[in-house]
């Protein structure tokens, strides 16, 4: 060990000493600014790898005999190694000589050429040797930059704050005895070989009693005359707890009209009434998940949902972390990533799959009809109808269910029942049964694994045996099971499905198999599917099966590049082909053709044509589809041997504007939805209220927390449609879109409730913003001097929100302006303030800017400071 000590001694002393050594400027703009210490030989500037690496939070560590470095990146696996010692360097796992004139052992560093830099980390160093200022570019973010932007990230997560309901509630309900709403119009006009038939649809929808209204008009004009009826006639009062769906009340809505029956399977239509306790906006979450685990210490480890990051954390000194994740209704893919302090990335995936069958622990849900059937049949002596059903979330793992049917339509006994379980195994595995006596008993169940590997399965026994002329035809069981493999085929996802279904029958049995696989080569997508049946007749030892050869089909999609090199009318085309081939023949049977191109913007070409080989005809389409502003026009022309068929249609629909009782045309249906009429405006004698006469500021400046239809209207109001009727919506107002900078809300950001079938007007007072100055003065015994430099902290009154950091002048005056209507606070930064060694009576200054039409303006705010006695 002495010789090998006194060997390096000796080499060292023998390394070649730098030329020079200099203090470089290093800027980045995830690192930050720093001087680095370079040795020169000659123009080269040798670096200090290990301080380069800690700045970059590039993992690494000693070598055994701790003069040399070593790790792995870009990733783990991807091994580096510098041994200055025994003159070795190990890039990628593959060794090399160390010339001992391409690095420096200094005493506090290692010192490399910058050549290796970029062949190990892939960074190259630019130096500037008159203003010695060193820069860096890289092939790869590095990890400190990919640290930086998950703190923004993780930033403007806490930035957000809470929940919606926090969002303070500006406009809620606001019932109307008559509210005037909207109109859906389509009109058909079909021509064929048989004649010419013109149909239409009316479907109006208002407020009436403060419930909403609608119903439709159907039509047919032919040479007999006209035909008409109504349909989906009803009123509905909504009750205030139909707009909480995180509670449990007794009531929600009180439906009069034609109305269907909640029924599991015997659903049918009345004209009665319906109460049900069940929210009118669907419930979003049904549990909290925990979400826990193991990992190195002080690793950061983040939660994602659908892709979205919710939450993080850093793992504790043992390395556990923990989160409740809120599990909502649909498909839920949950991700864990865990960042190392060794640079590794570990990734973990959850997926489950919440039905909207299941209800939270301890919520009762119910479901009341009656009424008289719309279409009863002549041999029943009463067309009364009613209908119950409830459901019980025992756990919000398990929920069961129970309805009835009362009336002479359900038979001899007048009764019809039902009953089912839903449960949730392990979070992720699914079970149903669903049991109606005399009827049937049914099981399925279900999993979808953090792979995307889906399977599915089904059994039905039925409790009635089918009628002679039905044994053929009607199963006595059945049950199909389905799997779906994903995979990746040449870097591309793909996948692969297997399915089969059986019919048990009093005389045989009946199935079928299919399987589909889809695969992609750049643009160019592929989906095959085989479908083939199975027959079987007879019982017992005299059961004969058979399998009939079934049909292949193959499916291709593609669509053209928007390249400059492609004629205009071909750019960004969709083609797809189909072609089926009948195993049992050897034959193709049908091929079919598609082509679809976008035409002026908003309208749609679409060209067909289908060949039946088998029986030697074909058919020819073509189709074009346009939105204009106001109304959506629909052609169509079929041709076949023999005959043709050609449709015009027209539809959109017609709003009444709250504000100039004017009709809002649009091209999409707006019944059962709502709209707004965003109205800004100076407020000029300050009552928060639009008065005749006063000016209104045309903006799209506002930004809704779903998704909404935009268009400012040439009289200043901004409108916004296809929103959901009695959602709760969160409006923020993007001051930095108004026309004029000095103008700004009292309130940036508030809730409203959509109103059912019309449009709200929601009047938004602008005001000029404020303007404050002062100064920071210092006691000193030759009189008062200001301080320049001073960072001031300007804050929300009671809260920590930083609204702007004001540097103070050189003569201690500062000033800032563009400040909202509202409390603030202001004070120095205390880390200045100490190294002052300073004190100042009025730490904090509290004002509050008004809400003035031609803004409000503070002066004086004035800081008086005084040296700390020694």
Not at 39 to 63: C, K, M, N, R
Request: aromatic residues 12%; contains cysteine; glycine residues 10%.
């Amino acid at each position: 060990m002495l010789v090998f000590c006194l060997g390096v001694a000796s080499e060292l002393r023998a390394q070649q000493e730098p030329d020079g050594e200099a203090l470089l400027t290093f800027s980045h703009p995830s690192i930050g600014q720093y001087y680095v210490n370079a040795a020169f030989f000659g123009d080269v500037g040798f670096l200090p790898l290990g301080e380069f690496l800690s700045l970059a939070e590039i993992p690494y560590e000693q070598t055994e005999n701790k003069l040399g470095l070593q790790g792995g990146y870009p990733s783990p696996k991807e091994i580096w190694k510098i041994d200055p010692v025994a003159g070795v360097i190990w890039i990628n796992g593959v060794s090399e000589s160390l010339p001992a004139d391409n690095f420096y052992l200094g005493e506090l560093d290692l010192f490399l050429h910058p050549d290796y830099f970029k062949r190990i980390f892939g960074i190259e160093f630019t130096v500037n040797l008159y203003a010695l200022s060193l820069s860096l570019k890289s092939e790869r973010p590095l990890p400190i930059e990919e640290k930086k932007k998950r703190e923004a990230l993780r930033s403007r997560l806490m930035a957000r704050g809470g929940p919606q309901e926090d969002v303070p509630m500006a406009l809620p309900r606001d019932r109307a005895i008559l509210g005037l709403g909207m109109v859906d119009y389509a009109l058909n006009l079909d021509q064929s070989e048989s004649g010419r038939v013109a149909s239409f649809q009316l479907r109006g929808g208002g407020e009436f009693l403060g419930g909403d209204i609608q119903g439709a008009y159907t039509g047919t004009a032919t040479k007999e005359g006209l035909e008409g009826q109504f349909s989906g006639l009803r009123w509905r009062y909504v009750l205030p707890g139909g707009l909480k769906p995180n509670k449990n009340v007794l009531l929600s809505s009180i439906t009069l009209g034609q109305v269907n029956t909640t029924s599991t399977t015997n659903g049918v239509s009345l004209t009665g009434f319906s109460l049900s306790n069940n929210p009118i906006i669907p419930r979003q979450e049904l549990d909290v998940f925990v979400v826990d685990g193991y990992t190195e210490r002080d690793s950061e480890v983040e939660l994602l949902i659908g892709g979205q990051l919710v939450d993080f954390m850093r793992a504790d000194e043992v390395g556990y972390y923990r989160f409740n994740a809120p599990v909502t209704y649909g498909t839920v893919r949950l991700t864990l990533r865990i960042y190392t302090p060794q640079g590794e990335v570990i990734v973990q995936d959850r997926q489950l799959q919440i039905p909207f069958s299941f209800l939270p622990k301890g919520f009762v849900a119910y479901n009341i009809q009656g009424g008289r059937l719309q279409t009863a049949p002549d041999s029943i002596a009463s067309d009364l109808i009613g209908h119950a059903d409830i459901a019980i979330g025992l756990t919000n793992a398990m929920t069961v269910r129970a309805g009835l049917n009362y009336g002479e339509y359900w038979g001899v006994s007048k009764r019809n029942t039902s009953f089912g379980l839903s449960t949730r195994i392990f979070q992720q595995y699914l079970f149903n049964i669903d049991y109606l006596p005399e009827q049937f008993y049914r099981a399925n169940a279900s999993v979808f694994y953090a792979n995307n590997i889906n399977i599915s399965s089904q059994f039905s026994e039925y409790l009635s045996l089918p009628t002679e002329e039905n044994a053929g035809s009607q199963p006595i069981r059945d049950a199909n099971l389905n799997v779906f493999i994903p995979f990746k085929l040449f870097g591309r996802f793909s996948g692969i499905r297997f399915g089969g279904e059986k019919q048990w029958l009093l005389d045989g049995y009946k199935g079928n198999i299919q399987s589909d696989f889809n695969v992609q080569f750049g643009k160019l997508a592929a989906r095959f599917n085989y479908r083939a049946q199975l027959l079987g007749e007879g019982n017992g030892e005299n059961l004969s099966s058979e399998f009939t050869p079934g049909i292949l089909t193959g499916a291709f999609t593609y669509s053209l590049p928007r390249s400059p090199s492609l004629p205009v009318f071909v750019k960004g085309m969709f083609i797809r082909s189909q072609v089926r081939y009948n195993t049992a023949s050897s034959q193709l049977t049908n091929v079919n053709l598609q082509l679809s191109q976008t035409l002026f913007k908003l309208g749609r070409l679409n060209v067909a044509y289908d060949r039946d080989l088998a029986n030697g005809s074909g058919q020819f389409q073509i189709g074009f589809l346009y939105d204009f502003l106001f109304f959506r026009s629909s052609s169509q022309f079929s041709a076949r041997k023999g005959g043709y068929s050609a449709r015009q249609s027209f539809s959109g629909s017609i709003g009444i504007d709250p504000i100039a009782g004017a009709l809002l045309p649009s091209n999409r249906d707006q019944v059962s939805r709502s709209g707004v009429s965003v109205r800004m405006f100076i407020d000029q004698n300050e009552n928060g209220k639009f008065d005749k006469g006063e000016e209104i500021v045309p903006a799209k400046a506002v930004r809704l927390d779903k998704s909404g239809n935009m268009l400012l209207g040439s009289d200043g109001v901004l409108r916004i449609t296809q929103l959901q009727s009695y959602w709760t919506y969160a409006l923020q107002i993007e001051s930095q879109a108004l026309p004029d900078p000095t103008l700004a809300p009292k309130e940036k950001k508030f809730g409203f409730v959509a109103e059912p079938n019309r449009f709200k007007i929601i009047d938004i007072p602008l005001y000029r913003t404020g303007i404050i100055e002062g100064n920071v003065l210092l006691n000193l015994p030759a009189g008062e001097q200001g301080v320049g430099g001073l960072r001031l902290l300007l804050k929300r009154k009671g809260t920590e929100e930083l609204v702007e950091t004001i540097r103070t002048f050189a003569d201690g005056s500062y000033y800032a302006f563009g400040l909202l209507p509202g409390g603030y606070q202001l004070e120095i930064d205390p880390k200045q303030l100490e190294f002052l060694n300073a004190k100042t009576e009025n730490s904090i200054l509290e004002f509050e800017i008004k809400a003035l039409v031609d803004g409000d303006y503070l002066d004086g705010l004035n800081f008086k400071l005084e040296k700390n006695e020694d």
